[in-house]
């Protein structure tokens, strides 16, 4: 049972333009929500964060978007650049008193092509 | 800067042989995860810790174990490895709070022949 889904295992974009990397989620126990990137044969990085009580979240050219009623987040990156070119995950806590369990998506592979 | 570091980043071992993954990690974070990356299923979670001693399972704990005798440290172990544990390994660490990023080491790919 994937509680984090990205549906879309790939992407490309043209250097300069927006990329778009959507994630949904499933559990409504979620509060906290994160993306990472991952170059191969590299731990994932992390790049940005959001709370589940807000909807929006920006640092430089990365923005997070956070739909609840929908289960929906999104990573907006602009202007796009080749060093963008990575798997991106998204990721979500839920905080259950002293445990709590950080879960992955599949991960989307964007290409930004010069 | 956090540190967390995988004892190996590449690791052939035997089916059948008993395999151990160390993680360390440098600032005192309670919270350490075990994950798996395999193509197509993203990150999966193996087992969890939130304090030393304390573990839980993740979604596929089957064919490991964990152990976790210092804050510091938290070990994968396969018990008695097969080849569909062929995979990359990461190893996070965070602190035990809700709304702080995970530091991950830089992944052990262990191969099983």
């Known amino acids: 049972d994937q509680q984090v889904k990205q549906n879309s295992p790939s992407l490309s974009v043209q250097e300069g333009r927006i990329s778009i990397l959507n994630c949904d989620y499933t559990n409504s126990m979620f509060d906290y929500f994160l993306w990472y990137k991952k170059y191969p044969a590299e731990g994932p990085t992390f790049l940005i964060s959001?709370?589940?009580?807000?909807d929006k979240n920006e640092d430089g050219r990365f923005t997070v978007f956070l739909n609840k009623s929908a289960k929906h987040l999104s990573l907006h990156i602009v202007p796009s650049q080749p060093g963008d070119s990575a798997v991106y995950f998204c990721?979500?806590?839920?905080?259950?008193?002293?445990?709590?369990?950080?879960?992955f998506g599949t991960g989307t592979l964007l290409a930004v092509q010069p | 800067d956090v540190k967390v570091t995988q004892s190996s980043r590449y690791l052939v071992k035997r089916t059948g042989e008993k395999v151990f993954l160390e993680c360390v990690q440098d600032?005192?974070?309670?919270?350490m995860f075990w994950y798996r990356q395999d193509p197509g299923l993203g990150l999966r979670l193996i087992y969890f810790?939130?304090?030393?001693?304390?573990?839980e399972k993740g979604d596929i704990p089957e064919g490991y174990s964990v152990s976790r005798e210092k804050k510091e440290r938290f070990s994968l172990i396969l018990e008695s490895a097969s080849t569909n544990q062929t995979s990359m390994y990461l190893c996070?660490?965070?602190?035990?709070?809700?709304?702080?990023?995970?530091?991950f080491g830089q992944g052990t790919r262990l191969t099983v022949v």
């Open positions: 600032m005192d974070h309670e919270n």
């Open positions: 990721a979500a806590y839920y905080y259950g008193g002293a445990t709590n369990k950080l879960i």
């Open positions: 810790s939130y304090d030393v001693k304390m573990k």
């Open positions: 959001i709370s589940s009580i807000k």
């Open positions: 996070a660490s965070r602190v035990g709070r809700s709304n702080t990023e995970a530091f």
